[in-house]
């Protein structure tokens, strides 16, 4: 249940090119229309990447395998599409102006489940309409068929959601005056009932195959980043199981629910643990209390999902910026590589007939979802994202450990204007998968750097909690090595150098041109934290804990912490050129604190530009990234002398 100042993306790298936040939503992927790809021929490379056609993973209905669900950016917004996969059909299930990603399918197949928020502010209610639509169904979109999923419950933000095969439904919420709540709605009854309530983050993390047990992720010890897991009964939510890997107060040791076992009866958990120093799956039978520790002989993190049948574990290794798939026995122990290319999955699942799809992409190679079986799962039609440049692997000694960053280069001699674009998170990492964004600054003469610094996921759990107390300052002297090895090595010019990020790399970013104003030419910053404590007072309550977890206590609690960590701290000390783009709905990077430390740049007459647009944290719609990106392209060539933008 770790939160993160970037929404966790679940749509892979088909959902990466609509904004920071690029979703929640489900792992399901779309092939309807080429509407997103019209007029892409005679735009500049960089514009076919956004608007060509893109796909991510079907997430499939348990007893209805051939009815899918995915997400497109068809019509020029990323949204929910239907597929019935016996007939071929695909239609259009949402049409939002800033468009949908949260949704799945109940285990028959019947309904359609979307989360519907107001203009990305992410604060909404769960909707639900039939899989096919009253009348038609050959395509085009349903209309008036939307009704409340779950009546009775007030709006929130999203904790989880677990739909049983008798209907019986879990709905995990977050509010700023209840905290986490979960409710428990059964089949025929008045309306849903709380089954928990606690002021620190928690949410719904699974339901059993026979829709008697209720696993949920909570951080009621109050470290957010390090969940314990608890199991209710349904039928009176009362506990059957604990598991706290932070009970003995000698580690920070977190759990991840990843889901009960597709059997009737069957009480084994998959979880996800940290005790070696790294994140792999056990399994736990929460009847008995026994723990069966897997043991996977493979560097970097591993996860896993259960093969249908429940004889198998479908295993996702990650691995210094790339990550492939294993099928491991149960019955056996044994491990046999699933072939895939080099490059990164982003999502997979198995299938009822033991095929294994997946969602692939490399940075040269734009994202495809493939089948074992040797075909392409869903093509869509329309213009293809043109291929970047491959990327090249750099490790450098920083002050924390190596520090590993993805290079790519433009065609020519360097040095060159070079462009370093920080991930969010800060939990989260950059991989060898394909990104518009960096492709479009290669396209215009610049390299790109990516930096996986301390805090980021895939390189052990002690790697990704090093930066707490020292919040923002940890990461930019990572940053700093990394920097250092571009000049000295003849790759960057120190003279043209960029520090641009979104999310958690928006505030790195501000936070760089504080405190390192000397090393960078320029600024990009989309969606940053800006102002520290303001950011805190009113984001998200999920995202008070995180940072009460980072940090070690609120602004009252450790003030010269959050001054340390904040970028309004030292913005008199800025002097490049800065572009700062903020979405008026954002609640995890709210505008207030963004428009302070604007309000600073203006009163010392510092150079900056500010975009403001009206969504969330991150946009879902294509053109308005393009735009985006356009003005970021511009600003730098303005003030750095570059190449300007095409077309």
Not at 191 to 220: F, W
Not at 243 to 269: C, I, M, N, Q
């Amino acid at each position: 249940m770790t939160e993160s100042k970037a929404t966790e993306s679940t749509t892979g790298t088909a959902g990466a090119d609509a904004g920071t936040g690029s979703g929640t939503g489900t792992g399901a992927g779309a092939g309807a229309g080429a509407g997103a790809g019209a007029g892409g021929g005679d735009a500049p490379r960089w514009q076919q990447r956004f608007r060509a056609p893109r796909v991510s993973l079907p997430e499939w209905a348990e007893e209805a395998p051939d009815r899918s669900l995915f997400v497109s950016n068809a019509t020029g917004t990323y949204e929910l599409y239907a597929w019935d996969r016996a007939t071929g059909g695909q239609r259009q299930v949402t049409d939002r102006p800033n468009g949908t990603t949260d949704g799945t399918l109940s285990p028959d197949g019947q309904w359609i489940w979307w989360f519907a928020d107001t203009d990305g502010d992410e604060f909404g209610v769960w909707m639900r309409q039939p899989f096919h639509p009253a009348e038609g169904g050959d395509g085009g979109v349903i209309s008036g068929a939307d009704e409340p999923a779950v009546p009775g419950l007030d709006p929130s933000y999203p904790a989880g959601l677990a739909i049983g095969r008798d209907g019986t439904v879990v709905v995990g919420r977050s509010t700023d005056e209840d905290g986490s709540t979960v409710h428990l709605l059964r089949p025929g009854a008045a309306g849903p009932v709380e089954i928990y309530r606690h002021r620190e983050s928690a949410g719904v993390g699974d339901l059993s195959h026979d829709g008697g047990l209720i696993a949920i992720e909570h951080t009621e010890h109050g470290d957010s980043m390090h969940s314990s897991v608890r199991v209710l009964r349904a039928a009176d939510a009362s506990v059957v199981a604990e598991l706290d890997d932070t009970k003995d107060g000698t580690e920070e040791l977190g759990l991840s629910v990843l889901g009960f076992a597709p059997v009737d009866g069957d009480t084994r958990l998959l979880v996800g643990h940290q005790r070696r120093g790294r994140w792999e799956p056990m399994l736990w039978d929460v009847a008995t209390g026994t723990e069966t520790d897997l043991r996977l002989d493979l560097p970097g993190d591993v996860s896993a999902e259960w093969y249908p049948d429940g004889s198998g574990l479908l295993v996702v290794h990650s691995f210094e910026a790339r990550s492939e798939l294993w099928r491991y026995e149960i019955g056996t122990g044994a491990l046999v590589r699933v072939e895939t290319p080099a490059g990164s999955v982003s999502s997979a699942t198995a299938r009822p007939d033991g095929s294994v799809e997946y969602l692939w992409s490399s940075a040269a190679e734009p994202p495809v979802v493939r089948s074992t079986d040797g075909s392409v799962v869903l093509d869509p039609p329309g213009p293809k994202a043109p291929p970047s440049v491959p990327v090249e692997d750099v490790w450098v000694d920083g002050p924390g450990g190596r520090v590993h960053a993805l290079v790519q280069r433009p065609a020519g001699e360097g040095p060159f204007p070079t462009v370093f674009e920080v991930h969010g998170g800060p939990t989260w990492h950059d991989s060898d998968a394909f990104a518009s964004g960096p492709a479009a600054w290669i396209d215009h003469g610049y390299a790109v750097v990516r930096v996986n610094y301390r805090g980021s996921t895939g390189y052990g759990r002690e790697w990704t909690d090093a930066l707490k107390h020292r919040v923002g300052l940890i990461e930019l002297e990572d940053i700093g090595a990394v920097r250092a090895w571009a000049v000295a090595s003849g790759l960057a010019d120190p003279e043209r150098l960029v520090l641009s990020g979104g999310s958690w790399g928006g505030y790195l970013t501000l936070l760089g041109l504080g405190t390192q104003p000397e090393d960078w030419a320029l600024g990009l910053a989309a969606v940053p934290v800006a102002d520290y404590v303001t950011a805190y007072e009113d984001e998200m309550e999920a995202l008070k804990a995180l940072d009460r977890t980072l940090l070690g206590g609120s602004p009252e609690e450790v003030p010269e912490r959050f001054a340390a960590s904040s970028p309004i701290t030292y913005v008199d000390a800025v002097k490049a050129p800065v572009h700062i783009t903020a979405g008026v709905n954002d609640p995890r990077c709210p505008i207030r604190q963004i428009d302070n430390y604007v309000d600073r740049l203006a009163a010392r007459g510092a150079v900056h530009d500010v975009y403001r647009y009206d969504a969330g944290h991150g946009s879902l719609v294509v053109e308005e990234r393009i735009k985006q990106v356009a003005l970021d392209l511009a600003f730098a060539a303005r003030h750095l002398g570059t190449r300007p933008q095409e077309g």
